[in-house]
């Protein structure tokens, strides 16, 4: 449950737990950016996790065969998960407000293009790419791909 600041009801009365920062990453269905069919967001204070939010989606577009070679999720996975009016609120009190990383401009796009599409509020978060993250932090590295900033 979220409480009046948005927040989950756990997390503001301990007040311990808060994140210093959230990672979120989504899957699409489709080549439409706002086809998110998979969310997931992790939140971290000093350096460990503090909640871990997943769930697939039903984004009420067809599934592409490209997408699901990517990702392995197909039709029949998102049949009956929750749609997007039913996980906004939850979306927004993990992300609202706080400093959200994303791999890439594709995730905070997605989102964005997700909830206006489904009419709903924009996500209010201060948003940090970790591919620029990354190039400012190794400007000499020979990759800022993921696979290799990992090893």
Excluded at 112 to 126: C, S, Y
Excluded at 137 to 144: M, Q
């Amino acid at each position: 449950m979220t409480g009046a600041t948005g927040r989950p009801e756990a997390e503001q009365s301990s007040g311990l737990d808060v994140p210093d920062f959230v990672v979120v990453d989504v899957e699409t269905s489709c080549s439409r950016v706002s086809s998110i069919c998979q969310i997931g967001i992790v939140g971290f204070k000093d350096g460990r996790e503090t909640f871990a939010y997943e769930t697939l989606l039903d984004p009420c577009e067809r599934f592409s065969s490209f997408n699901t070679r990517i990702h392995g999720i197909a039709a029949d996975h998102a049949a009956g998960a929750p749609t997007p009016a039913d996980t906004h609120a939850i979306i927004l009190s993990h992300l609202s407000g706080r400093v959200t990383v994303s791999l890439s401009v594709f995730d905070k796009g997605a989102l964005a293009a997700f909830h206006l599409l489904h009419r709903r509020g924009p996500i209010a978060a201060t948003w940090l790419n970790s591919v620029r993250v990354a190039k400012r932090a190794g400007p000499d590295l020979p990759s800022h791909r993921l696979n290799v900033l990992t090893n």
